[in-house]
């Protein structure tokens, strides 16, 4: 039971440096509560054989701090769901907590209820926060494969309390003596893989991340399309635009930087707001901006980027002062068996001709749009 409390309280430790250290949700803090919880469970286990007039109160308490601690682990996977199971795992999760509570406060045959209800209680916890696991990655393979476990081994331990009861002869005792370190050592393990994991996946965003628009960059863009690529064909027709800011340092000059990191987050947001489903968009370096539309036909998309177009000034126009903001935009569309490099390519020389042109427009590659 030391050990285990041991390795319980550098769990807590290891969680609440993540949280505070790294920024991560309150999923995360209430991880290291929970498993500080269940160092104070082993703690007040071992207690009870040490102190035996006080043993059953330790026990008895021992229980209700095992119930807290698992209602607390599975809430911070809860609030590490997306926000529609959030809330009823919460629910479901607060009210399964109270009543054990409840229950277990009554005191009438609390040695074999308490067991009982402890592990039924634990085990509907963790099918609430298996729910909350959903994804392909191998960590969550992993965290389901561990909860299914966990609930196994509750099931055994509810069984084992109604059938064979607390008898220090039957196997009872040693079902729990045994289980339960493994079955909290495990989740452990798990919170701190799954929160590697999610550091990791930031680390990966803030990596493809524009940070001044919120747009993927050029390493994001391209990564992204190479993940399309891998996972099917790029569709067909599949439209690629790149958009330019006229005058922009005319922007900067005047009005400062802040106005100009304005305008850029403004021009950002308006091209985010007209594309939706698996069309990207990115900031590729300084006022120029590219997006792709998968599976939009030429035609369309060039109605699309025009409208796009003639929104500019107004949307603009009470951060440009007395600059009337514009935007360039070169199209084209991906022939088959075409490297997206040479599209883009393509789509770069329409778009100085916008700027030779008079800027303010959209040109596109006449060959291919027809």
């Given at each position: 039971m030391?050990?285990?409390?041991?390795?319980?309280?550098?769990?807590?430790l290891a969680l609440l440096t993540a949280w505070r250290d790294f920024r991560l949700g309150r999923h995360a803090l209430a991880w290291s509560a929970a498993f500080a919880l269940a160092a104070a469970t082993s703690g007040l286990r071992l207690s009870s054989t040490l102190v035996p007039g006080w043993g059953e109160d330790l026990r008895f308490l021992s229980c209700i701090t095992s119930i807290v601690s698992m209602g607390l682990l599975s809430w911070g996977f809860c609030r590490r769901a997306e926000r529609k199971t959030r809330l009823v795992c919460e629910v479901a999760g607060f009210v399964l907590m109270l009543l054990a509570i409840l229950w277990?406060?009554?005191?009438?045959?609390?040695?074999?209820?308490?067991?009982?209800?402890?592990?039924?209680?634990?085990?509907?916890l963790v099918v609430i926060a298996l729910s909350s696991l959903?994804?392909?990655?191998?960590?969550?393979?992993?965290?389901?494969?561990?909860?299914?476990?966990?609930?196994?081994y509750m099931v055994t331990v509810a069984v084992l309390a109604v059938t064979v009861g607390p008898d220090p002869g039957s196997v009872f005792p040693l079902t729990v003596a045994v289980g339960g370190p493994v079955v909290t050592v495990s989740l452990g393990i798990l919170t701190l893989l799954i929160t590697a994991s999610d550091l990791a996946g930031d680390l990966r965003m803030q990596a493809w991340t524009d940070p001044l628009t919120g747009l993927l960059n050029r390493r994001g863009f391209e990564q992204r399309i190479a993940e399309m690529k891998a996972s099917r064909p790029l569709p067909e027709p599949f439209v690629v635009v790149?958009?330019?800011?006229?005058?922009?340092?005319?922007?900067?000059?005047?009005?400062?930087?802040?106005?100009?990191?304005?305008?850029?987050?403004?021009?950002?947001?308006?091209?985010?707001?007209?594309?939706?489903?698996?069309?990207?968009?990115?900031?590729?370096?300084?006022?120029?901006?590219?997006?792709?539309?998968?599976?939009?036909p030429p035609a369309e998309g060039l109605a699309?980027?025009?409208?796009?177009?003639?929104?500019?000034p107004a949307s603009l126009q009470d951060l440009g002062g007395s600059h009337q903001i514009t935007a360039s935009f070169g199209l084209t569309a991906l022939r088959g068996g075409e490297r997206l490099e040479e599209a883009i390519a393509r789509a770069d020389l329409a778009l100085y001709r916008s700027k030779r042109e008079g800027r303010n427009r959209v040109s596109s590659d006449e060959a291919v749009m027809g």
């Open positions: 030391s050990a285990i409390a041991l390795i319980c309280l550098l769990l807590a277990c406060v009554q005191g009438s045959g609390w040695v074999t209820a308490c067991r009982l209800l402890t592990s039924m209680c634990n085990l509907a959903k994804g392909a990655r191998k960590t969550i393979r992993l965290g389901q494969l561990m909860f299914l476990m966990a609930a196994a790149v958009a330019d800011l006229d005058h922009f340092k005319t922007v900067n000059d005047t009005l400062g930087h802040a106005a100009g990191d304005a305008v850029l987050r403004c021009f950002a947001r308006q091209i985010s707001s007209a594309l939706g489903g698996q069309e990207l968009a990115a900031r590729i370096g300084g006022e120029e901006f590219i997006f792709v539309l998968p599976g939009t699309r980027v025009e409208r796009m177009r003639q929104s500019v």
